[in-house]
C-alpha cells in the first residue's frame, strides 16, 4: 500500500479531485508485464480458455511492436513501464447496492459527487474503482428493456455469446502497441448492449479514478447498439497527484448498427504525471449516427484520436474534442474518419487551449476510399495560446480517392487579442476573470454539447486553470 | 569552358567515379564539396514512405536510380535553327525579356542580357562560367546555406554530381523591368541530368526569373533534377517561376530554397503540367523582420501522373508573413500530394502565415492527399491553413449551362477559374497564357 | 458652477506605447456633473485616442499631465477599476467575443459593479435587461447571441448603448457612435441615450464624433475642436454648426505640434 505521505504534495487549490483515500487492494500481481502476471489476471478472473489464448496472442504482438514514434514523447514510458503493476483488484465480488460499499470508497466518490449525482439524475452508475467495478446499479426499466450495463469481466461471464462475436473486433491486437498491451492485461470497464430499438433518455455513467501509486489502468469497453437503439454513455475520469509517473491505457470498442444513434462522452481530467495511451474506435453501419464528445484536460500526456469508420451508407461520424494543455502537458489528441460507403458524412471540431510551456498538437485523418461516393466530410481547428511559451501543433491528413468527395480542414491559431481583453475590463470585469471568459466562450461550441453537470465541471475546472494566468 | 564530355573507360552510372568526372579541372573547394555530397549522398538511405515526407511517393516503386547514367549528349549549338521545335516554340510564346539563356541536355547554350543592365553588373551566365569570373559569390552561396547536401538523399546526389547550372546576380538597387527567362530541354531517354539555380538579389534590387523546363515523351525514366537557391537581401523584391512542361516518363525533381532577408519580398511559383512523376520541396525561410513571401502553386494531372508537393514556411524573424496558395486539378488516374508545414520559431512574434492547398477531382480514378500542418511556438502569430478536396460544384456547372454553354465549355470554364486564381496572384506576362494554353489542351483530353 | 469637475483633464499627453511621436500633446478638459460634451474634429486629430486612454486602454502611454476623476487620479487605476468607478467607453469598434452571450456578458460585468460580497438578482437583472432592450428597439432574443459576433455595424452600436444603459455610469464616453449607422439606427441610438440621461440626470458625457448630424439628436452643452492633439477651441452648440459649414481648415494650433501621427485615428481602425 502506498504511504499516504504523498498527500503532502497535493495543492488542494488547484486540483479539485487531488485527494488520496486508504484502499486496501486484495490482490495485486507483481510489477511490470510478463506472461505470468498475464497467466495470473486471467485465472483470477477465472475466464474461458479462449480469453487466455487471446491475451497471451495479443502479449506476444505486443513484445514484438516497436514503441510509436511519433506523436508525444515516450522516452521515459519503458522505464515507467517496468515499474507498474499491471493489475490490483480491491475486492472480490461485485456489489449490488449502495450499502455495500466500503466507506472508504465510498468516502471517494462522495468527494466527486457521484452518489448526489445518482440521487438527482443519473440513471445507472457504473463506478470503477482501481482496476474493477466496485459498484454498479442499474435501472429496472433497462433490465427490462434487455439492456446490459454491466462490468466488462461480468459481460464476458454472463453474456459469452454476445461478448465473443464482438471483443476484439472493432480494434483487433495488432491494431498498435499499446492495443496489444491492454488486449494482455485488460481489467475492468464496461459491457454495454443496447437492444434493438431500445432507446435511453438518460445517459450511461461510468466514473472510475485510478488510486494506487505505480498501477496502470487497462480498462476495456465494449458497446453494441443494435438497430435503431440510441443511448448516451459517459465516461469521466479524475485521478490524484502522485510523485511518479502513472499510465493509462484504455481500449473502447463500438458497434453502431443500422439506424442506430449512439453518443460516447469522455472529460478526462487524470492527474499531470500520467500517461494516457487510449484506441477508441466506432464502427458505424448504415445510416448509423456515432458521436464522440472528447475532452482532455489532465496527464502528463495523452495520445487519444477516437475514430469512426463509416461502414455503411448514410452512416455519420461526429467528433468534438476539447484539449487543455498547461505547463508540461502535452495533449496530442484529434480524430479519425475513414469514409468507406457511400453518402458517408462526417465532421471533426477541434478546440485546444495551451498555456505556459503546454503544447496541444491536432492529429487527425480523413480518409475517403475509392467507392464512397458523395461523402462529406468538414474539420476544424482552433487553437488558443495563452503564454509566448506555449506550442500548437496541427497535423491532418487528408487522403482522398474518390471524385464525388467533398472535404474541407479549416485551422487557426490566435492568442487572447489585447482588444478582446481591453473590452471585456472596461466594462469592470477583472482581468483574470476575462481571460476565463474569453476561454470559455472559445469552447462553448463544444461545452454545450455537455450534459449540464459536466458542462457546469468543465467550466469551473477552466476557471482555476486560468487563475494566475495573467502576468 | 568546362568539358563534361566523358572520356573512355569512365562508368557512365551515378557513382563515385561520376562525381570524380564532373569535379575534373575544378577548384579544390568545390571538388571537396562535391566528394562531401556525395559523402553524404551514400550515407543516406533511399527515402521510404515511412518517413512523413515521402509517405505518399514511393520511391522504391517511383524511381530505378541504378538504370540511370548521366547523360553524355554534347553541347548544342548557339543557333537557334539547330534546337528542337518544342523548344523554339515554347521560347516563342515568351514575350519581353532582360535576358534569356537556353540550357539543352546539361549544357547552357545560349545567354543573352540587356546591355544596359549588364553594364549596371547584372550577371546572367552559367555556373560554370561563374566559377570563373565570380568564384567568390558562388563559393559563399553555392550548396551552403540555402541548399546543402544534409537536405536529403536527392540534395545530396544533386550537389555531388550537376553538370552545370544557372548564375544569376542583381546588384544593390538594380531594378529588372522584364523577367529574365531561362529554357531548358532535355532529349536524351533513361539519363540523369542534375542541375543547379543560384540567385543572388542584393538589397533593394528587383528581379522576375521564369524557369521552363520541356521536353518530348521520354521512352524511358529520365531524371530531371534541379536545386535551386534564391537569396533575397534587404528590401529586395524576387519572383520566381518555375514551369514544368517535361513530357511521359520523366521524374522531375526540384529542391528550392528561397531565403527573404528583411523587408524581402521573395516569391515563388511552381507549375506542374508535364513529367510522370514531380516532387517538388520548397522550404520558403523568412529570417528578417518584414520579409514576405507569397508562394503559388498549380498543378493540373491526368493519365498516370503523380505529383508531389512538399513545402514549408519557416518562420525565423518575427514581424514577417507568408501567404502560401496551391490549387490543383486531377484528372485522369492522376494523384497529388501536398504537405505543407506553416513553422513558427519562438521568436517569431506577429507572424502572419497562411496555407491554402485546394483540389479539385475531375476524375473517379483520381486520388488527392493533402496535409496541411502548423507548428506554431510563438503566441503573437496571426496563422490559419485551410485544405480542401471536392469536384466540380453542379450548381456553377447548372448556372452556366442554363445560359447556354455546353457541359464541356461550363467544366472548362470552371477549372480554368478555379486554377486561374493562382495565375491572378502573379501575373507575369507569357506564363499566364502559356499556362492557359497547356491546361485547356489537357482538358480538352478530359471527357 | 462653482461644483468640482467629475473629469479634470490637465496637459495630457499621450502616445501609442511602442512607436515615438505623441497623439495627444497636452489636452486640457473639464467636465461636469449632467453636463453634455461633443470633441469634434478630423480624422487623425486624437479624438479616440483621447477616449481610450481616459478608458485605460494598455496600448498606449502617458507622457505627461493628469486626469483626475471624482477626485482622484483616474490614470493610477486599471481598466475595469475605471468601469466599476463610473466610467464607460463606447468603442468605435467594438470587439467580438465569440462563444460568450451578451445575457451571460452583461451579467458578469453588472456583478462586477457590485460590492463586494453582493450577489446579483437575477430575475431583477432579467427584468432590467429586457426593459433596456425594449428601450433599444432590441429583440429580447439578442441577449443569446454571442458579444458582437456577426452583428451589423448597427447591431454593434445599439448593443454598446444597451451596455451602457444596464452599467449606468457616471460618465460616458462615446467614441464615433454615429458612425457606420444609417439615420434610423442614428436616431435609436440617440434616443437611448436621450432616455438615459432623462433617468440619470447627473450622468455626463463626451460625445466624440466628426460629424454634426449625432448632435442634431444629441444637444450637447459644450463643443470643442480636436487638432493634432489639442483641443483648440471650444465654445456652446453654435460651434459645431460652424465647423460644419466651415470645415477645420483654419483651426490649427497656432504652433502647430511637429511630428504628430497624423493617421493616428485611422490607423487603429
Known sequence: MPQNDTIKDLNLDEHRYDFVTEGKPKFRAEKGLSEAVVRQISEHKEEPEWMLEYRLKALDIYNKKPMPTWGGDLTDLEDTLEEIYFYVRPQDKMERSWDDVPDEIKDTFEKLGIPEAERNVLAGVGAQYESEMVYHSLKQEWEEQGVIFDSIEDGLKNHPEIFREYFGTVIPAGDNKFAAMNAAVWSGGSFVYIPKGVSLETPLQAYFRVNSERMGQFERTLIIVEEGAQAHYIEGCTAPVYSTESFHSGVIEIVVKDNARFRYTTIQNWSNNMYNLVTQRAMVEAGGHMEWLDGNLGSKLTMKYPSCYLLGEGAHGEILSIAYSGNGQHQDTGGKVVHVAPNTTSSIVSKSISKGTGRSTYRGLCKVYEGAHHARSNVECDALLINDTSRTDTYPYIEIDEQDANVGHEASVSKIGEEQLFYLTSRGIPEDEAMAMIVRGFIEPIAKELPLEYAVELNRLIELEMEGSVG | ?447 | MSEAPILKIEGLEAKVADEEFPILNGVDLEVRKGEIHAIMGPNGSGKSTLAKVLAGHPGYLVTSGSVTYQGEDLLDLETDERSRAGIFLAFQYPVEVPGVSIANFLRTAVQAHLPEGEEVDLFEFSDTLTERMQMLEMDVSFAERHVNDGFSGGEKKRNEILQMAMLEPSLALLDETDSGLDIDALKTVADGVNKLTAQHPDMSIVLITHYQRLLDYIKPDIVHVMMEGKLVRSGGPELALELEKEGYKDWRPEVAAPNTRADADSAEA
Open chain 2, 1 to 447: 569552358m568546362h568539358d563534361i564530355g566523358f572520356m573512355e573507360g569512365i562508368t557512365d552510372a551515378l557513382n563515385g567515379a561520376a562525381v570524380e568526372h564532373v569535379s575534373r579541372g575544378e577548384p579544390e573547394w568545390l571538388r571537396e564539396r562535391r566528394a562531401h555530397a556525395w559523402d553524404v549522398y551514400e550515407r543516406t538511405p533511399l527515402p521510404t514512405t515511412k518517413l512523413e515526407e515521402w509517405r505518399y511517393t514511393d520511391l522504391k516503386r517511383k524511381l530505378d536510380l541504378d538504370a540511370l547514367r548521366l547523360s553524355e549528349a554534347e553541347a548544342a549549338p548557339d543557333d537557334p535553327e539547330a534546337w528542337p521545335e518544342r523548344l523554339r516554340k515554347a521560347m516563342d510564346e515568351d514575350r519581353v525579356a532582360a535576358g534569356h539563356l537556353v540550357v539543352i541536355d546539361g549544357h547552357v547554350v545560349h545567354t543573352d542580357l540587356d546591355e544596359a543592365l549588364a553594364e549596371k553588373g547584372v550577371v546572367l551566365m552559367s555556373l560554370h562560367t561563374a566559377l570563373e569570373t565570380h568564384e567568390e559569390l558562388v563559393r559563399e552561396h553555392l550548396a551552403t546555406e540555402a541548399v546543402p547536401p544534409e537536405e536529403g538523399k536527392f540534395a545530396a546526389l544533386n550537389a555531388a554530381l550537376w553538370t552545370d547550372g544557372i548564375f544569376l546576380y542583381v546588384p544593390r538597387g538594380v531594378r529588372l523591368e522584364h523577367p529574365i527567362r531561362v529554357t531548358r530541354w532535355v532529349s536524351e531517354p533513361g539519363a540523369a541530368y542534375f542541375s543547379r539555380t543560384l540567385i543572388v538579389a542584393e538589397d533593394a534590387s528587383q528581379v522576375s526569373y521564369v524557369d521552363e523546363v520541356v521536353s518530348d515523351p521520354l521512352e524511358r525514366q529520365t531524371l530531371v533534377s534541379n536545386a535551386v537557391e534564391v537569396l533575397a537581401r534587404q528590401a529586395a523584391q524576387v519572383q520566381y517561376v518555375s514551369l514544368q512542361r517535361l513530357g511521359s516518363g520523366a521524374f522531375f525533381q526540384s529542391v528550392q530554397r528561397t531565403l527573404a532577408e528583411r523587408d524581402a519580398t521573395l516569391d515563388t511559383l511552381n507549375v506542374g503540367l508535364g513529367s510522370s512523376v514531380s516532387r517538388v520541396d520548397l522550404n520558403a525561410r523568412l529570417l528578417g523582420s518584414g520579409g514576405n513571401s507569397d508562394m503559388l502553386g498549380l498543378y493540373f494531372g491526368d493519365q498516370n501522373q503523380h505529383f508531389d508537393f512538399n513545402t514549408s514556411q519557416d518562420h525565423v524573424a518575427p514581424n514577417a508573413s507568408s501567404n502560401l496558395l496551391y490549387k490543383g486539378a486531377l484528372d485522369g488516374e492522376s494523384r497529388a500530394v501536398f504537405r505543407g508545414l506553416i513553422r513558427v520559431h519562438p521568436k517569431a512574434q506577429r507572424t502572419d502565415a497562411y496555407q491554402t492547398n485546394r483540389n479539385l477531382l475531375l476524375s473517379g480514378k483520381a486520388r488527392a492527399d493533402t496535409l496541411p500542418n502548423l507548428e506554431i511556438e510563438a503566441d503573437d502569430v496571426k496563422c490559419s491553413h485551410g485544405a480542401t478536396v471536392g469536384e466540380l460544384d453542379s450548381e456553377t456547372k447548372f448556372y452556366l449551362m442554363s445560359r447556354g454553354l455546353d457541359r464541356i465549355t461550363a467544366e472548362r470554364m470552371v477549372v480554368l477559374g478555379f486554377l486561374g486564381e493562382v495565375l491572378a496572384r502573379l501575373p507575369l506576362g507569357g506564363v499566364v497564357e502559356k499556362v492557359t494554353r497547356v491546361i485547356e489542351e489537357k482538358l480538352a483530353g478530359h471527357g
